[in-house]
C-alpha cells in the first residue's frame, strides 16, 4: 500500500497542536500525517510553514 504525504516544504496550514513530543516539539497532524512543530504549546491553534518532509512525518516552523 502506497501512502500519499499530505504536505509539501513551504506549504502553510493551520493547525491544532495535539500532543507535545518527547523532545518537547508540538505535534500536529494534517490528514493523519505527523508534523513536528517547535515552540508550542499542546491545545495552540497556530499557523505553521512545512520544513521537511520525510517519509512518515514532516517539520514545520511558525509562520508568520
Known sequence: MRFEIPVSVGE???VK???IGKEGDG?????GFVVFVPNVEKDQEVKIRITKVLR?????ELAE
Open 17 to 19: 497542536i495535539e500532543d
Open 12 to 14: 502553510t496550514y493551520t
Open 27 to 31: 505535534i500536529a497532524r494534517i490528514q
Open 56 to 60: 512518515r512525518f514532516a517539520f514545520a
